[in-house]
């Protein structure tokens, strides 16, 4: 029969030698906190309870009409081009074209996205506050100061107008901080899905080159076209000189 001190002699060798072993091997624990995937989950929620909605408030029911023969010819200036496409806005002919679908770098015609998406979620009368991230950025910009304030409707002009990439980023700062969350890259690919933009990827508001940052001629003039006809603001920005 095993005493009692015996079983304790056996308890201590083990203890003794998994520590050996362990040591030996450098074995070291690592403790996974759950704080990180609780927070991307929540996250998640909210976005599709708050943001996603407002994203979905205008429909588009405007498509393009493709011809397999041009209708004119866009002359030498366009051939040039990587790709264009000339649309008639009323009834979504598109009149001639090239590379209509392919992906490419659109510099600042991203602000089209970030002034529709600041709409959406935002109204034009709201104040944000410039963070010293946006007053930082490279030109394009106004030259926005850390601490002022200025509305979403002033912001909006000095982005469609002097194309002000500071005016972009104090945009997505305070409608991210209106939120509690950083949501904007994110609703403006959202908002692309939703319009059925298959070409198209944002990583920033302002156009700065990436891999994954594109569109094409056609998801362009989709979104030209939706933002004109649908945000009254945007098409009176746009119509000044």
Do not use: C, W
Request: aromatic residues 8%; hydrophobic residues 45%.
């Amino acid at each position: 029969m095993i005493t009692r001190s015996f079983k304790i002699f056996l308890l201590s060798l083990v203890l003794v030698f998994s520590g050996s072993v362990i040591s030996k091997l450098n074995f070291k624990q690592t403790l996974v906190s759950p704080l990180p995937a609780i927070r991307e989950q929540k996250t998640e929620i909210m976005f599709a309870k708050q943001i996603k909605p407002k994203l979905e408030l205008k429909n588009n029911p405007f498509q393009l009409q493709k011809s397999f023969i041009p209708l004119v010819s866009a002359g030498s200036d366009f051939d040039e081009a990587a790709a264009y496409s000339v649309v008639d806005t009323e009834f979504g002919q598109v009149i001639t074209s090239k590379n209509l679908s392919k992906r490419l770098p659109i510099a600042s015609l991203t602000k089209i996205m970030t002034a529709v998406v600041a709409l959406d979620l935002a109204d034009k009368t709201e104040e944000f506050t410039i963070s010293a991230s946006a007053a930082s950025q490279i030109p394009t910009k106004v030259m926005l100061k850390e601490g002022e304030r200025y509305s979403l409707e002033t912001l909006l002009h000095f982005l469609l107008i002097s194309s002000a990439n500071d005016s972009a980023e104090a945009i997505k700062d305070g409608i991210d901080r209106k939120f509690g969350e950083s949501i904007f890259i994110k609703a403006m690919n959202q908002k692309a899905e939703f319009l059925g933009l298959k070409n198209t990827h944002f990583t920033n508001t302002k156009g700065l080159d990436g891999d994954a940052h594109f569109s094409s001629a056609e998801d362009l003039s989709l979104l030209s076209i939706y933002a004109i006809k649908e945000y009254p603001e945007i098409a009176a920005i746009v119509s000044k000189e």
